[in-house]
């Protein structure tokens, strides 16, 4: 069973940066399209971006030009680095796997405050 663990988040004030990570049990950050999906108290979830096998990359225009999908296969590990982190983006945010066959995994999620 594979397991997706992310870390990273916390408090930071408006402007600031985080770096979320998404480390997997098992070799599929290479061969899964990986995303991040967030989710804001009342809100349903909703995706923010998304690294496919070849490495191409896709982010949500709420974050386009903020956030950056990224990962390290060799680590088995996801992150999305957030720049200019707005107050709006406060949720907690969520590592995805799909290997389009059927499989998909959650991660438990890991909280990210923006303060004004």
């Known amino acids: 069973q594979v397991q997706l663990v992310e870390s990273g988040g916390g408090l930071v004030q408006a402007g600031g940066s985080l770096r979320l990570s998404c480390a997997a049990s098992g070799s599929i950050v290479s061969s899964y399209l990986m995303s991040w999906y967030r989710q804001a108290p009342g809100k349903e979830r909703e995706w923010v971006a998304t690294i496919s096998v070849d490495g191409s990359t896709y982010n949500a225009d709420s974050v386009k030009g903020r956030f950056t999908i990224s990962r390290d296969n060799a680590k088995n590990t996801m992150y999305l680095q957030m720049n200019s982190l707005k107050p709006e983006d406060t949720a907690v945010y969520y590592c995805?796997?799909?290997?389009?066959?059927?499989?998909?995994?959650w991660g438990q999620g890991t909280q990210v405050t923006v303060s004004s």
């Open positions: 995805h796997a799909n290997n389009l066959k059927g499989r998909i995994f």
